[in-house]
């Protein structure tokens, strides 16, 4: 027999998308009794480690290469000191600043109650939050997603950075290497490259951004180019650290190896 058991209309793990629909319900019925889960940041993964910290840190990546053309339109303008630090605080500070204001609204609605713990199955359609047991029939499970390391040689040993860790950056690195040819390594790419890092990025696939249309990703490759490196078709092997504490990367090409 479960003691103290709260049984809800509606349960959602994840406080990033679901949220729009847990708040469409909640306004067609306002007395349907709603449980929030959410063991990390609230906010999802767009707003903390996601799209928004990318984003804030692109815009001065754009004002860093829009300065740069500025003697086309016969403006002199010289970019005398890049602030990399002051940059990431700046993103952290704002993305910190939205997470602060979501989890206020969590944890004062009289319209939810909101959980920030760790949940798991104990039964069908009833979870164990923290020293709670809670149950539902409707339950939504948005626990969104996290970098996939790839099973390189010598990766974990050396040392690398993922999507998510990046954000914690303080120390701009004088060379970077990025492992996948999608948009969030495009992404990246043009940001440590605007902010002077030299960048390559190696991808596995034939087309840069293989998920863009070839056109698209032709021109940005070009565009690019004249910041950083781009490999594609290389599939990266291996990884050491050098005694210099350097990293070296071993990619071999999918077509001839």
């Given at each position: 027999?479960?003691?103290?058991?709260?049984?809800?209309?509606?349960?959602?793990?994840?406080?990033?998308?679901?949220?729009?629909?847990?708040?469409?319900?909640?306004?067609?019925?306002?007395?349907?009794?709603?449980?929030?889960?959410?063991?990390d940041?609230?906010?999802?993964?767009?707003l903390?480690?996601?799209?928004?910290?990318?984003?804030?840190?692109?815009?001065?990546?754009e004002?860093?290469?829009?300065?740069?053309?500025?003697?086309?339109?016969?403006?002199?303008?010289?970019?005398k000191?890049?602030?990399?630090?002051?940059?990431?605080?700046?993103?952290?500070?704002?993305?910190?600043?939205?997470?602060?204001?979501?989890r206020?609204?969590?944890?004062?609605?009289?319209?939810?109650?909101?959980?920030?713990?760790p949940?798991?199955?104990?039964?069908?359609?009833?979870?164990?939050?923290?020293?709670?047991?809670?149950?539902?029939?409707?339950?939504?499970?948005?626990?969104?997603?996290?970098?996939?390391?790839?099973?390189?040689?010598?990766?974990?040993?050396?040392?690398?950075?993922?999507?998510?860790?990046?954000?914690?950056?303080?120390?701009?690195?004088?060379?970077?290497?990025?492992?996948?040819?999608?948009?969030?390594?495009?992404?990246?790419?043009h940001?440590?490259?605007?902010?002077?890092?030299?960048?390559?990025?190696?991808?596995?696939?034939?087309?840069?951004?293989?998920?863009?249309?070839?056109?698209?990703?032709?021109?940005?490759?070009?565009?690019?180019?004249?910041?950083?490196?781009?490999?594609?078709?290389?599939?990266?092997?291996?990884?050491?650290?050098?005694?210099?504490?350097?990293?070296?990367?071993?990619?071999?090409?999918?077509?001839?190896?």
């Amino acid at each position: 027999m479960v003691l103290d058991l709260k049984e809800y209309d509606l349960i959602v793990i994840g406080t990033g998308s679901p949220m729009a629909i847990a708040y469409a319900m909640m306004q067609g019925n306002p007395n349907i009794k709603v449980a929030v889960i959410d063991k990390d940041e609230p906010g999802g993964i767009c707003l903390t480690r996601g799209c928004i910290p990318s984003k804030i840190l692109l815009y001065p990546a754009e004002l860093i290469r829009t300065m740069e053309r500025a003697g086309l339109f016969g403006i002199d303008v010289d970019v005398k000191r890049i602030d990399f630090a002051a940059v990431m605080e700046r993103m952290r500070a704002l993305v910190d600043r939205e997470i602060s204001v979501i989890r206020e609204g969590l944890s004062h609605s009289e319209s939810l109650d909101y959980y920030a713990s760790p949940a798991e199955f104990t039964a069908p359609y009833t979870l164990k939050v923290g020293a709670d047991t809670i149950k539902s029939r409707m339950i939504f499970l948005c626990t969104g997603s996290k970098p996939i390391i790839p099973p390189i040689k010598g990766l974990k040993e050396a040392g690398y950075l993922t999507s998510d860790t990046v954000l914690k950056m303080s120390r701009l690195p004088e060379s970077i290497a990025i492992i996948g040819g999608g948009y969030i390594g495009a992404e990246y790419g043009h940001f440590f490259s605007a902010m002077g890092s030299k960048v390559t990025i190696i991808g596995r696939n034939s087309q840069f951004l293989p998920d863009e249309e070839s056109e698209v990703s032709l021109l940005l490759k070009r565009e690019l180019q004249k910041h950083l490196n781009v490999i594609t078709n290389h599939e990266v092997r291996e990884v050491e650290k050098t005694s210099t504490n350097q990293k070296k990367l071993v990619a071999v090409s999918r077509d001839s190896g």
